[in-house]
């Protein structure tokens, strides 16, 4: 079982910011329940549906294949169209669990990556990336609230805390994107997979007006890459930003000024820009420490040197 520790960086942004349309911000609050008490309702109403819907596994035999989102059918029925035996979900599905606003929770990941041999697939995401994804995502009656046509992009910073949990743990794809004779973008050995989210992991007491409070909620997804943010532009990746390695950005501020150092371009408020503590210029301020005192430069309010000193 894998537990991870993970909390977002604005509370309010996991009410308003959807993984599946984070412009979506007509969003009705209502009183929040208490956590504990709901997880358990929810853990319930999740294992009593993995437990009674099937996904068609056969279908899933080609590695060579590049399956999508849309090959995966869920449903109550034992069988599919064409009578061949379906699996229940429950044989199948990894559970795993995270901690988000002191509540355990425990989520589920079914993993299709037609992958058979580790290194194939691409790097997994950071937890604070840009990703490129495909999605469907549909509440545990079968009703489609979302799903996309074309590839997004998407900020793991803002989107539901599920999403990070699950993404981080599969591979981007192998290759691409290749532009083909039509026009359409394709990838090779993609993740591809599907979540079962409680709603403490996805939107608790406030869901945009497509979904119901308080609501399981299931994802479909391809995952195709992912590229490192850097919220301030100062040179530092966010996901580097993060000094105690808690997947918390909000709670690193180094010179105490009340803003997290993924959000302030001087992160020891020496006066000097961080991203002009890089001293060597190799687009990388974390490995420059002129005093050798174990503290980079760009951490070290006693270190001030800058690359712009030089040019000066």
Same mark, same amino acid.
């Given at each position: 079982m894998n537990s991870k520790y993970i909390t977002i960086f604005i509370v309010i942004m996991v009410a308003t910011f959807a993984a599946c349309t984070p412009d979506?911000?007509?969003? %009705?609050?209502v009183p929040a329940r208490d956590r504990g008490e709901q997880q358990i309702v929810d853990s319930d109403s999740l294992i009593e549906y993995l437990q009674t819907h099937y996904y068609n596994k056969s279908f899933?035999?080609?590695?060579? *294949?590049n399956y999508t989102k849309d090959d995966i059918i869920i449903s109550d029925s034992a069988t599919d169209s064409e009578g061949n035996p379906n699996?229940? &979900?429950?044989?199948? %599905? %990894? *559970?795993?669990?995270?901690? =988000?606003?002191?509540q355990d929770y425990e989520y589920y990941v079914l993993d299709l990556n037609p992958a058979?041999?580790?290194?194939?697939?691409?790097?997994?995401? @950071?937890?604070?990336?840009d990703v490129s994804i495909s999605y469907t995502g549909f509440a545990q009656d079968g009703d489609v609230f979302d799903s996309t046509v074309n590839p997004t992009t998407l900020d793991l910073t803002q989107v539901i805390p599920g999403w990070r949990d699950v993404l981080q743990d599969f591979k981007t794809a192998e290759n691409g994107p290749t532009i083909n004779e039509d026009g359409t973008i394709s990838y090779d050995n993609y993740g591809l997979g599907v979540m079962f989210l409680p709603s403490g992991l996805a939107y608790f007491n406030a869901p945009p007006p497509s979904i119901p409070t308080y609501a399981n909620?299931?994802?479909? =997804?391809?995952l195709y890459a992912s590229n490192p943010n850097d919220h301030d532009n100062d040179g530092v990746f966010t996901?580097?930003?993060? &000094?105690d %390695? @808690?997947?918390?950005?909000?709670?690193?501020?180094?010179?105490?000024?009340?803003i997290p150092n993924y959000l302030d371009i001087d992160d020891d408020n020496d006066g000097v820009l961080t991203i002009n503590e890089d001293l060597d210029n190799d687009g990388d301020p974390t490995n420059d420490d002129s005093n050798n005192d174990?503290?980079?430069?760009? &951490?070290?309010?006693?270190?001030?040197?800058? @690359?712009?000193?030089?040019?000066s």
């Open positions: 979506d911000t007509d969003v %009705v609050i899933f035999s080609d590695s060579s *294949m699996e229940l &979900l429950v044989n199948d %599905v %990894v *559970m795993y669990t995270a901690t =988000f606003q002191s058979l041999f580790e290194g194939d697939g691409g790097p997994k995401p @950071n937890f604070s990336d909620l299931v994802f479909k =997804f391809e996901h580097l930003e993060d &000094l %390695v @808690n997947e918390n950005i909000t709670d690193d501020d180094t010179d105490g000024d009340e174990g503290i980079p430069n760009y &951490l070290d309010e006693n270190s001030t040197a800058s @690359n712009q000193d030089e040019e």
